[in-house]
Each structure stands twice: as C-alpha cells, then as structure tokens.
C-alpha cells in the first residue's frame, strides 16, 4: 500500500513539473494577442493580416497534427515534450526581433510546431502514469498550468512585465529564454525518471505497415470522430474569446489593461471548469452528459457577449464560457485513451486526429471574427458565431451518450 502512494505521488509529481512547458506556452502563445492592438499600431496590421496572426498558431496543428501523434507515440513523451519546449522558445525569441508581418506570422507558425509536441505529449504521459479511468484529475493538473499561463500574460505580463522590461519585444526574448532553460531541465527529469523507457517495440516502429494500421484504426473510429467535432467547436470558442475579447473590451471603452485583466478572468473561469468538470464526471462516470452540460453553458455565454456591452451581464457571460469551455478541454483529452481500441498506447495518435481537425476551428475562430469586423465594423457577427459553436457541442455530446448506451 505504501508503495502504491509513492508511485502514486511520483507520477503527480512528474504531471506538475511537466505541466511547466504548457504554463510556458500558454504565456507565449496569448503574448500576441495581449498585445495585439500595440502590435498592430506599431507594425500597420490590417484586421485581417491581425487575425491570421492570432490564428496562425492552431493553423499548424492542421497538417501537422496527426503526424506529431505518430511520432510521439513512438518517441515517448518525454524526449517530446523537452523537443517541443526548445522550438517554441527560441521561435519567442525571434518574434521579439521581428520586423514585420510576415516575419512574425513565420515565428508564430514555428512557435505552432513546438505546441503540438505539448499538446499531445502531456496526455501521453498521463497516459502511461495513470489507468484510463483515472486521467481525469492528472489532465486538470496540465490543463491548470496552461490556464496560469494564459492568464498570467493578461494580468501580470500585459500590465506589469511587459511595461517594467520596456515594451512587448523584451517580453516576448525573455519569456522565449525561460522556455528554452526549462526545456533542459525537463529533458534531464524525464532521462532520469525513465519515462521514455516505457515505449515497446511496437510503439517504436516507424513502419509502413504499423503506421498504416494505426491510423486506419484511429480514422475510422465512430466514438472518436464525434469527440474530433466537440474539439473543434471547443478550440473555435476558446481560440476566438481568448484572441479577441481583449480588443472587443478596448473597443468598448475599457483601457488595455482592464481589457487585458477581465480577459484573465475568462481564463480564471476556464481553471475553473477544468478543475471541477472532469472530477465531478468521473466520480459519477458521466463524461459525455458533462459534455452536453458544458456545451449548452458555451451557448448561453456566448450569447450574453454578443449583448452584454461592458455591464455586469458581459462580465457573467465570461465567467460562463470560460467554465463551458475548461470543462470540455479535459474531457476531449481524457475520453480518447478509455475507448476501445485506442488506449494509452495510440493516445498522442488520437490526439493528433482530434486536433488535425480541431485545429481547423481553433483557426477558424480568430480569422472569422476579425474578418467579419473588417467587413461589418462590428464583433456582434464574429461572436455570434461562437454560440452557434456551442450548439453543435450539444447535439454531438448527445449523439456521443447515446452511440455508448
């Protein structure tokens, strides 16, 4: 028994100091957008030009994606996880150099590169470290350390660092550097903890046919095909609120730093979620009724945006997306390794599906609000849009139920 908790308070351990790089990422990921409208008056972005940029990220989990997978799930997690830490620190470093658009729309595609290996290592670790019907709790743990990065460059990187270091080019050089040194210290914690040492012959195969087999598995898996269409809405929302809403508050009459600092409370409501959605689903194993729950929460907050002007009804519609949206990020990324035939072994393979596709709405998301704005001069349509998102994360959370029963 004593034995069983240690190994137990070994593999949370690893969870935390793994959660690191997704806290990294987080902050460097939404430094763009926390800084979008200095960016766009010190470089002369157009809306459009501003929105790809938001998007450009999610834009390489398209192609990119389901090919991570495969090679994660042979890789091993943690020589994965140090790999992609690198690669996104350094392309941070070279957006605090970039001299115009294209330069930095190609630094933050390389930073898209380094985040699939966060992405989809994080759950393969859980993985291998946790039974199926426990991931539940350890995916919360990484997912509350993307939530304190993504809200620590609103409320303390966009108000306090970022004007303490001098502008939003010594933030992003600095916060690109710390990702770098962690990537080293990571990659010498999971040497020494042998997390890789775990990937079998199979799963190292890079062979046609064993390639082949996994993804004609993983394709063609009807479970997994409705979680793909919740991810996708859910990245389309989340992707879309936290990529806009600080400049939808600024053009309501909220300084940068009161957009910046209600933005967090967004991310804030999204830990929320997170931490409460996933325990309450697996205490009670009502995973996909969860889904529909925080599907028709994603709906109605998106609604109250469109409507709610600065008042209190805009600030109760960020809390409630936010917990719509954070109670379907663990679940997407816990249902995958307890289906039949995925398991802990194609985990990263099904994630890299889930955000191949997904991705295309994380994209989608940002790209359309700003687009629409170009064209109407107005957020009501982009944000409209987002509760149509929420709709569709019902019917397909109610279609996932019943295709289990």
Known sequence: MARLADETRRAYGLVVVASFGYTCLMFIWFSLPAYLSSIIEEIGLTGIQAGVLVGAVPLTYIPLALFSGVVIDRVGPGRSLATGVLIYGVAQIGRSTAPGFLSLLLFTLLIGVGATAI???LPKLVSFLFPPERTGSPSSIYLIGASVGSAGV???????????????????FWSGLVAVIYSAVWFVVARQAGIDDRTDEHDSSFSVDSISHDLRLILSH????????IGTMYLLVNHGVQGWLPTVLESRGLSPDQAGQTTSVFVAAFALGVLVVPVAADRYSARRTALVSC???????????????????????????????GGVSPLVRAIPPALDGIGARLTSTAMGFIFAVGEIGGFLGPVLIGTLHEITGSFVPGFGLLSTAGLI????????RRLRE
């Open 154 to 172: 609103f409320s303390v990187g966009r108000p306090i660092l970022g004007p303490m270091l001098g502008g939003w080019r010594p933030l992003f």
């Open 222 to 229: 009807r479970e997994l095909q409705l979680v793909v269409i």
């Open 393 to 400: 994360v019902i019917i397909a959370g109610e279609a996932l």
């Open 119 to 121: 992405t989809f290592g």
């Open 295 to 325: 599907g028709s929460l994603m709906f109605l907050g998106a609604v109250g945006m469109v409507f709610g002007g600065i008042h209190f009804l805009m600030f109760a519609s960020v809390v409630i997306t936010g917990i719509g949206v």
